[in-house]
């Protein structure tokens, strides 16, 4: 830069002068315009969903921690004692039954980890996670996309894959270090657009309540100071679609995928004092689901010595109780354990190097993956717009319905889907 000043004339020099005051001339008025006129407000807004996803925001956070605007949002619109998350209580499956209306043995992601084409989807395996081949069914932006609508995905899982061909005309690679404001103002940023290129379905994603939960456990201050975080971001975005006139115009949507248990560390169950993991071809840890896929003609075998343990229950696929609605899919594996709250089942291999990883292996911390009948399962849902009765409490529904009622505002037809609208419908106006 500096040699290029030097070799200036003194007339380039003016030149260049003149041209910077011109710019900041103009700076100076679009400022003062912008000032003056405001926030284009939006006047022809569709009818419009904006879901936002609260990872690990447990049913009872609402009333435990008092975040301000969910709790507005909840007087002013609809809140359900509690939602039903879908089983294995993870993130994955949870997200897509939330969007699909399937229950997990229907969409195919059975868990956070899926074993199948003789490979493993995981969460971090971003090739696999972008391939369309383990997403069944049809999420919501792409039955809108399908219907001619515009969709806008700033973060939700399987958002950045594309399904039956199609993306959101709006989303971004997930990446978890992107704050949270920025999320809300870029989403804001697709609706300043003309009508006929507005989407009409929006997602957004916060991590914050998971991450703290895991961490610090579901009860602690550090939790509380999360759920309030993510509060103000949805303090923002309804500050925003005021500013465009449409914060009575919208339907908000808040989810969560799943609540969250204490646990402690030193609880677990080691598989390997039961079994020798050489009969199985595959084993899928969590510490809280553990799915055994045995060596042919090996299944018996492993499920004698499993049978019984206690604080974790291992079941035959074909015997998983029918509330789980984890027997139908190809993908579910032929043992499945699940753990008891506040236990993990895992091996000695796997617990001996968590344990070296951990500052303080043993202080209270937070999970999720269990059975979904335990109260601290329970998962999240707060609605409010012009679609949505003011101040009405909804018995417990499972996520499955919450596709049918985002149908039904946005007018599409749903996909097939394990939901009932009839279950859900007395919410609405
Ligand atoms: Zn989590």
Redesign the pocket.
Known sequence: MQKTFERMSPTDHQFKHALRQIGVITLAIAMLAAVALGQQKISDLKPTVILISL??FRADYLDKFDPPTLKKLAKNGVRAKWMIPSFPTK?FPNHYTLVTGLYPEHHGIVENNVYDFGTVFSMSKLEEVENPRWWLGEPIWVTAEKQGQHTGAYFFPATATPIEGILPEHYRRYNGRVPNDLRVDTLLSWLDVPQKERPTFLTLYFSDT?DA??EFGPESIENKYAAWNVDRSIGRLIEGLRLRGIDQKVNIIVVSDHGMAPVDGRKIVFLDDHFNFDLADKILWTNEIVQIFPKPGKLDEIYDKVKNIDHSTCWKKQDIPERLHYTDGPRVAPIVCSSEEGWGTTSHARYKSWVASQDEPYRTRGA?GYDNKYESMRATFIASGPAFKRGYVAKPFANVEVYNVVCKILGLKPAPNDGDLDHVRSMLR
């Open positions: 990872d690990g993130t998971d939960g895991h999720h």
